[in-house]
């Protein structure tokens, strides 16, 4: 790498830096910048010595703020590298990690969780406490890697692109069916209680729970660095690929499976998180101007941490009444990245 890729790296790692102390101190409740280095030092067995002002703050800056600026992060990280190596596969720019209707296969996971079995049983699991938030967790993990089973038998099948992409928006619509129909039998309480799982937050993980996410995903993602080299050699089309020693039909399984595990393991946790996926590889092509994934791919990590967090402390910033849905800032984000992305590729396509 030369010297401005290094200089824009460290950058975005410096704005990360600056987020996430920002994540911590910003919020509804005003705690001074010198109590929360202080807290940040005090260990469980200190906090009692601590005035009861001191342990609210302590409560929310550990049991609130840092879990929620932690998962923002990594699942920001993790759609950023998803959504890059779906619109490699498919050489699409407006490809994305839902793309293939995995995310919809997640939502429809949980929405028999929430939806189907209050109509069953009478009370929905996710009314049952940590018992319904774990069961929402391995629903909506073992439906997306349901649908991601059959998109991968249906990959080892097509040879094109353009056809494996019709079949996995096929799939997402028909998981919305299903849930239209879900919606429609359930009782009032628990449709709410879907659609708001299905506006997607980052403040559900927490405890245990956020230390398994964090340990996921930092597994995951640098193993998804090893697709680098395969990602370049896939851009270049599949005779140049071929020519070159490329497996197509394996590289495409592989960076298929590694974009779906991303997109199930965040979908199960944060719920549906849109658009960061999608914007945020057009937004790091536009800052390191290269089409190289040895610089794209820790760019887009980088980025999509920096704006996860960045939409996180807009959802809650002070002023607000709790906290806006993440899916409406991440829109409010992504949804211009795109439009302007269209535009110059319009303008581009004229001259």
Request: contains cysteine; charged residues 10%; positive net charge.
């Amino acid at each position: 790498m030369n010297r401005s890729v290094i200089v824009k790296l460290l950058l975005l790692l410096a704005g990360i830096v600056v987020l996430f102390v920002f994540n911590l101190l910003l919020g509804t409740v005003k705690i001074p910048v010198g109590e929360v280095l202080s807290l940040l030092c005090c260990l469980d067995d200190a906090v009692a010595s601590l005035t009861e002002e001191e342990t609210i703050h302590w409560n929310i800056l550990w049991q609130s703020r840092v879990p929620q600026a932690l998962t923002a992060l990594v699942a920001g990280a993790g759609l950023a590298v998803s959504g890059l190596q779906m619109q490699t596969v498919f050489r699409n720019p407006l490809a994305g990690p839902s793309v293939l209707g995995i995310s919809n296969g997640a939502s429809l996971g949980v929405a028999f969780v929430v939806l189907l079995s209050g109509s069953l049983g009478g009370v929905a699991l996710s009314r049952l406490g940590y018992i319904g938030d774990a069961a929402m967790s391995i629903a909506a993990i073992v439906g997306s890697l349901s649908v991601m089973a059959l998109i991968l038998w249906v990959a080892s099948r097509v040879q094109g692109n353009v056809t494996l992409l019709i079949i996995g928006v096929m799939i997402g619509y028909l998981a919305t069916a299903v849930i239209g129909v879900l919606k429609f039998f359930s009782a009032e309480e628990d449709v709410k209680a879907y659609v708001v799982w299905g506006l997607g937050s980052f403040a559900r993980v927490s405890g245990d729970q956020m230390v398994l996410f964090v340990v996921l995903m930092c597994v995951l993602l640098p193993l998804s660095m090893l697709t680098v080299k395969s990602m370049n050699l896939y851009m270049l089309g599949d005779a140049y690929a071929r020519n070159l020693g490329l497996d197509i039909r394996r590289a495409r399984v592989i960076l298929i499976v590694c974009s779906g595990t991303l997109v199930a393991i965040v979908t199960a946790y944060c719920g549906p998180i849109m658009f960061i996926g999608l914007a945020v590889p057009h937004l790091s092509r536009a800052i390191f101007r290269t089409s190289d994934h040895r610089q794209l791919m820790p760019a887009t990590l980088l980025a999509g941490g920096a704006l996860a967090l960045l939409c996180n402390l807009i959802a809650r910033m002070p002023g607000f009444e709790g906290a806006l849905p993440v899916n409406s800032v991440t829109a409010l984000v992504g949804a211009p990245v795109i439009a302007s992305v269209l535009f110059r590729r319009r303008q581009s396509v004229r001259e």
